[in-house]
DNA sequence: GACTTAAGTGATTATAATAAGCATCCTGTG
DNA sequence: CACAGGATGCTTATTATAATCACTTAAGTC
């Protein structure tokens, strides 16, 4: 909590009482609420938050690194695969692109116990992020720009 | 193909050729199309499909078996998740929850040689996919229903 | 503590992806 | 080769999310 504010100064953004609402409701569960979700629960302290401010708080959230989306990144549209042989992903955080890639030691992962209390496991993959070699050397070229706002750049988000 | 085949017939999903090039071009590519980008590829062969055959067909491929979607099943809107710690996911392919869990070795992967050449991996987790004990319950009580025809079940999508 | 100013907010209006309804057409079968 | 029901394509809804814009408010300054 004290971490959030501090980077919310850091960055320059106001510390206004809906980010804060937001920030405690998302930071004080163990689910993973989808905007609707928390914008319900949070109008419940405060009945005049609309929406757009729970979307507009939640990516500021995560483009400040406070928070992060689930799976590839919630407004990616639906990506389908063909390959059902046991397999793994990299997925590039910068353009989004997603490379299978294989190891017979993640295939043969065991799992805790503490997964017992939870559910039955049929099947597991990893998935690794980072950059991509394409990325990675489009980046080299085109100076950093040390000051990059780097807002919102589609494809970035990502667990 | 043969098995495309195959299960359609099992199935009594009927064999048309946009079936049989929607999944010719799924099953043809490495990389992760969403349903818009193989419509553009469909149509270069066969430009009478309709963007809506190519999603009605995806999801009938993926509700076969015969193919997976990329990260928490597509249809769903974007999670978010404070915890920053290293953690790992468990999805529950029938309710679609996800809970986090923990593991010094799932945290500590030895990444395989062949990433190399795909990128710089900056993190790794790991997707547990599976039934949750609250849904395993609720099948249990529930009879299964042999002939569950168990069209679009959401959530039920996931890799 | 009042003043200033840019950032934040909420209401409304777009957009983009995906689904539903329906008339026509085609696959698999007898 | 005719039939029946599922499949297709078209058009029209939904739904989640983003952009606009006028008004409010947080935070730094005097």
Redesign the interface.
Same mark, same amino acid.
């Given at each position: 909590m004290e971490h959030f504010q501090r980077v919310c100064r850091e960055a320059g953004a106001k510390l206004t009482p809906q980010r804060l609402e937001i920030?405690r409701e998302?930071?004080a569960t163990?689910?993973?609420?989808?905007?609707?979700t928390?914008y319900r629960r949070v109008r419940k302290r405060m009945p005049t938050v609309s929406l757009d401010t729970i979307y507009r708080t #939640?990516w500021l959230?995560?483009d400040l690194g406070? %928070?992060?989306?689930?799976? +590839?990144?919630?407004? $990616?549209?639906?990506?389908?695969?063909?390959?059902?042989d046991p397999h793994h992903?990299?997925v590039?955080?910068q353009c989004g692109?997603?490379?299978?890639?294989?190891?017979k030691?993640?295939d043969a #992962?065991?799992?805790?116990d503490?997964?017992r209390? %939870?559910?039955?496991?049929? +099947?597991?993959?990893? $998935?690794?992020?980072?950059?991509?070699?394409d990325?990675?050397g489009k980046a080299a070229k085109a100076p950093p720009g040390p000051k990059s706002k780097s807002k919102s750049n589609t494809n970035t988000r990502t667990?």
């Open positions: 920030f998302v930071a163990g689910d993973h609420p989808d905007a609707e928390i #939640l959230l995560v406070i %928070i992060q989306t689930l799976g +590839a990144g919630g407004r $990616e549209r639906a990506r389908f695969d063909a390959n059902l992903h990299f590039c955080v692109s997603t490379r299978d890639f294989y190891s030691d993640f #992962l065991a799992l805790p503490s997964l209390e %939870i559910g039955r496991v049929e +099947a597991t993959h990893v $998935e690794a992020r980072g950059v991509c070699l990325c990675a667990v």
